[in-house]
């Protein structure tokens, strides 16, 4: 990256820049708020555009259909949105942090350690209150987090990104093992499946309460340290000399992404890849400032969700697909060009 | 790299083949036991069976098994028969079960299901005279009926069959009494999905045709055990009555309870008009002759007050 | 010549030793299970003066069952001695390069869509581990191969990550839909589960096993050659690209094989060849056969602990080996240099 006008382009907002966010941001939101209408208004069930609209400007609680759309749809797409835009400013977060155009939540097995967690308290507690499995989920994000930020930089070479997604895959890789060999112990393989494969068929009101307070508190918090982020992302010897407190800003940064994925998983199953992909985008779009890229990708996460949730509801009704798997399919080819282009580097 | 080494290629192709060759002739010969089955009546007294339908069909006709498999979920005898199983020896799950223990066991006599055991049957038959099950052909009356002339029981076999032929008469009876229903279905809640049960075994066959229930709009397309579906069109099927069968998992509990202020829920009818009814996993779901009886004990129970 | 032929005799040592230990695993494996025989009773019955029902125990269930574990073991290690010696990445693992996420899925497409893990039509399961296998090395070896580079180790690893999830979405999406007792069986043989445990599983894998890892110990000069850096082994004369898919090509014949039996069993393939390398020394044709020896005692004892550490369940023999095999994973991840 262009280390020699990196000063300039972090530090103010040129108004070239600043126009080419807003507008971009706008047609963004233009197109999270079609695809939320359409994912609100076509499902399982059929009924005419013009139910959908009287459902929500005048609601009658006795219509079935306008039932199906506050009970089922509403917090259903609502909920999509919102975890796909903490699971893609955890991306971004983390790919800033860590200089890791690999770097993902899912990829790097902060997923698996949420899922672990699910898996113990399924398999020894089943009967806890819902905020405290999304509590343990959360210890457990944090456990694998901390531990693959250790192994990964563990060594003479420090944190190189190869380094910390393969101790991430491993990481994975024994964390869902374990959990496999709970499930079957106990039995509760293809219960656990559901939740790796994610959804977010089973929300409800009262777990939306939860799930947008935490998730848009930490997304406006992080807007906080942005700039900071984006000049560690280009430089982190050039961030220090421009008096960025590197390290408190990754640790903090990783207490953002831990707090967005472990709550995200816990409700919506691991859905891995969309903070891989989103940023991405993000960056091509409006380039390496971080006050652009976290809320462009919470926007452009959100929407990717809705339409892979009204995907996998929709493409073989009435019976519905796995939202992760829907996510992942269209993310590995992207993650496999990612890592063909890498090369260059 | 531009041309395939052949040497290579064709020892892999050859070794491809061994290995189908391989796994071809563990199945290539499974005598069929069933044609012998006349032979050991009366003389079976340890009989060691590895499905627990036909555990529960021998149970029908009065004899405890020496050794039966354990379901693979409660990781013991199902519940509902696990009273009557106090001497018999836990041979594992179903799909996985002990051969070594049923060596030690000596049984005399073996049952096996086809849907696990079909693969092993020479190993069986090396322990003791193996007869096989198909549970998906005929219904349990006709298990039972060849069990009870394997074992020289068709007396009881039969009057099994014809009480519970009176008691579905009366349980009939009782339905139309209590709710005059005529339509209905039977819902599975787990934590993360809502199940539909269709036509086939377990549930099917028990509701629609020992009940003589019709199946609600829709049910009758579902020609299997049962189908996933999403709670918006749960509104289609309105029945006069449903069936619920709420997994014993925690969460699926709490999963029910939030469909039970769902005002989608309370708008069917026969939530509205009181015609829900919530059944266990156990003996409903268990398509045996002596579940199917149970399930019908509990039914006269629901509908009786 | 004096260091060589020291290094000989120690590898000969070790060597010894490991088939020592490895006789003593099955040995110790053969006593295990519900019946308890006497090791006397062992030994009669192996020598053929056994009672029926002992030599039923022994001939017909265990010992088909250790063998295939064997077998598998030494197929896992092997494949990944090669993968590790082609690649010059000492974290290569048939895991870990999506080769059984590969397999895997191909197992799994083949249950969903022939629903009979039984009939006749079970003869099919190796064939579609083996072309998902195939199907995951292609991808792997298409998308980190560069017209001027070659193979580049780092990014095949990358790749792999990516083709594992790939095919894990895939297998997870068609195991949603499966009822729930076949659905179990799948689960378990996922994690790596030994259920080829008759004797014509052992004749099935037994030649697989066999010929390619003769196949790599005549290649072993060329794997040597590799861990020089692609210029000075095509220096050497060693027609790279071209050795290095044919041994590609075996490491995968191996891991397919071996899954189609025991299941995705990981890491095998990535800790073996290196406690061998710690033993005695790089050379391949020395690390090879003790890598094989290692595969052997760890598969064979964790599917030993798996069936009756846990009783009445049983734990698959792939959580017990990645239990172990990852925490040595990320150990070599800190240490190695890179």
Redesign the interface.
């Known amino acids: 990256m262009e280390a020699n006008t990196l000063n300039g382009k972090a530090t103010s907002l040129t108004g070239s820049k600043m126009w080419q966010f807003v507008i971009v941001g706008l047609i963004a939101t233009l197109g999270l708020i079609i695809s939320i209408f359409l994912a609100i208004a076509y499902g399982a069930k059929e009924m005419s555009l013009q139910t959908v609209w009287l459902s929500i400007v005048d609601y009658q609680p006795d219509k079935t259909l306008h039932q199906i759309i506050h009970e089922i749809r509403l917090p259903r797409v609502i909920a999509a949105a919102v975890v796909g835009a903490a699971f893609a400013v955890a991306g971004a977060l983390m790919q800033g942090v860590t200089r890791n155009p690999l770097a993902d939540a899912g990829v790097l097995g902060i997923n698996a350690g949420a899922a672990f967690m699910l898996a113990l308290s399924f398999a020894f507690f089943p009967n806890l209150p819902y905020f405290i499995v999304i509590l343990l989920s959360f210890v457990g994000a944090v456990g694998s987090t901390i531990s693959i930020y250790l192994l990964g930089s563990a060594s003479a070479n420090g944190l190189t990104p190869v380094r910390l997604t393969i101790a991430g895959a491993v990481v994975a890789a024994l964390l869902s093992s374990l959990s496999a060999g709970i499930a079957i112990y106990f039995d509760l393989a293809q219960d656990l499946a559901f939740w790796y494969a994610g959804g977010a068929a089973g929300i409800h009101w009262s777990h939306l309460k939860w799930l947008v307070s935490i998730i848009l508190t930490t997304i406006i918090a992080v807007m906080g340290i942005s700039r900071s982020v984006s000049l560690l992302s280009m430089d982190e010897e050039v961030a220090i000399n421009l008096g960025v407190k590197t390290k408190r800003v990754q640790l903090l940064a990783m207490a953002a992404v831990v707090v967005l994925a472990g709550v995200s998983v816990s409700v919506a199953g691991s859905i891995g890849f969309v903070g891989l992909i989103i940023p991405h985008i993000a960056r091509k779009l409006v380039g390496t400032d971080y006050r652009f890229i976290i809320p462009l990708s919470a926007i452009l996460g959100a929407e990717l969700l809705v339409l892979a949730d009204w995907a996998a509801r929709t493409i073989n009704p009435p019976q519905e697909l796995a939202l992760g798997v829907t996510v992942a399919l269209l993310g590995v080819p992207f993650f496999l060009y990612l890592a063909r282009k890498e090369r260059g580097r | 790299m531009r041309k395939f080494k052949p040497t290579v290629l064709t020892i892999i192709t050859a070794l491809l083949f061994s290995l189908l060759a391989g796994c071809s002739s563990s199945t290539k010969t499974p005598t069929t036991a069933q044609a012998t089955g006349g032979a050991h009546t009366e003389k079976a007294e340890k009989i060691a069976s590895l499905s627990i339908h036909l555990t529960n069909d021998l149970l029908a006709l009065g004899i405890t098994p020496v050794g039966s498999v354990i379901g693979g979920k409660a990781k013991d005898f199902l519940a509902h028969v696990a009273d009557r199983l106090h001497n018999t020896k836990k041979l594992g799950v179903a799909a996985d079960p002990d051969m070594e223990a049923l060596l030690a066991l000596k049984p005399d006599m073996i049952l096996v299901d086809e849907e696990f055991a079909g693969q092993d049957l020479d190993k069986y038959n090396k322990i003791a005279p193996t007869h096989m099950f198909s549970l998906d052909e005929g219904t349990w009356r006709d298990h039972l009926r060849a069990l009870g002339q394997m074992l020289n029981r068709e007396q009881q076999a039969e009057s099994f069959i014809q009480e519970y032929e009176a008691q579905a008469e009366r349980v009939k009876s009782l339905i139309k009494e209590k709710t005059g229903a005529t339509t209905a279905m039977a819902i599975r809640v787990s934590a993360k999905e809502l199940r539909v049960q269709g036509m086939k075994r377990p549930l099917g066959p028990l509701l629609f045709e020992d009940l003589e229930l019709q199946p609600a709009n829709g049910v009758e397309k579902i020609q299997k055990a049962y189908e996933v579906i999403s709670q918006e069109v749960l509104a289609d099927y309105d029945p006069d009555l449903i069936f619920v069968i709420v997994n014993v998992e925690e969460d699926a509990k709490k999963v029910f309870e939030q469909l039970q202020v769902n005002p989608l829920w309370l708008g069917l009818r026969a939530v509205k008009e009181n015609h829900v009814y919530v059944i266990n996993e156990q003996p409903w779901l268990d398509y045996s002759a002596l579940g199917s009886k149970m399930a019908l004990d509990e039914a006269e129970k629901l509908f009786a007050k | 010549m004096e260091i060589l032929s020291a290094r000989r005799r120690k590898a000969f040592a070790v060597g010894g030793l490991m088939l020592a230990v490895a006789i003593c695993t099955m040995v110790l494996s053969l006593n295990t299970?519900?019946?308890w025989l006497s090791p006397i009773t062992i030994v009669q019955t192996l020598f053929g003066f056994g009672d029926a029902?002992a030599a039923?125990?022994l001939f017909?269930?265990r010992l088909p069952r250790i063998l295939v574990c064997a077998l598998a073991g030494i197929g896992l290690a092997v494949s990944g001695s090669i993968l590790q010696g082609i690649s010059r990445n000492s974290?290569a693992d048939p895991?870990?390069l999506g080769l059984h996420a590969g397999a895997s899925c191909g197992l799994i497409v083949f249950i969903t869509f022939f629903r009979s893990?039984?009939?006749?039509l079970?003869?099919?399961?190796?064939?579609f581990t083996?072309a998902g296998g195939t199907i995951a090395a292609l991808?792997i070896f298409l998308?980190?191969y560069?017209r001027q580079?070659g193979l580049?180790p780092?990014?095949m690893?990358?790749?792999g990550?990516?083709?594992?999830?790939?095919f894990?979405?895939?297998s997870?999406?068609f195991?949603?839909r499966l009822?729930?007792?076949t659905?179990?069986?799948t689960?378990?043989w996922?994690?790596g589960s030994v259920w080829g445990r008759?004797w014509?599983?052992v004749?099935?894998?037994f030649?697989?096993v066999t010929?390619f890892t003769c196949?790599s110990l005549w290649r072993a000069r060329i794997l040597d050659a590799f861990s020089l850096g692609d210029e000075r082994a095509i220096g050497i004369g060693v027609a790279l690209?071209?050795e290095r898919?044919?041994l590609l090509?075996?490491a995968v014949?191996l891991s397919s094989?071996s899954v189609?039996m025991v299941g995705g069993v990981?890491?095998i393939g990535l800790v073996a060849p290196h406690l061998a390398k710690r033993l005695v020394g790089s050379t391949a044709k020395y690390q090879i056969p003790v890598a094989a020896l290692i595969g052997l005692i760890i598969l064979a004892a964790a599917d030993m602990i798996g069936r009756t550490l846990?009783l009445?369940?049983?734990?698959?023999a792939?959580?017990i080996v990645?239990?172990v095999g990852?925490?040595y994973?990320?150990f070599l991840?800190?240490?190695?240099?890179?």
Request: charged residues 15%; negative net charge; hydrophobic residues 55%.
């Open positions: 299970g519900t019946i029902d039923m125990v017909d269930y974290l895991g870990i893990l039984e009939d006749p079970a003869l099919f399961i190796p064939l083996f991808l998308l980190a560069n580079t580049q780092v990014r690893i990358l790749v990550i990516a083709v594992t999830a790939g894990s979405a895939i997870l999406f195991s949603l009822d729930e007792d659905y179990s069986f689960s378990r996922l994690v008759d014509e599983n004749y099935a894998l030649p697989w010929i196949y690209q071209r898919l044919w090509l075996s014949a094989a189609a990981g890491f846990f009445p369940n049983s734990i698959p792939g959580v990645a239990a990852a925490p994973f990320l991840l800190v240490k190695a240099k890179s």
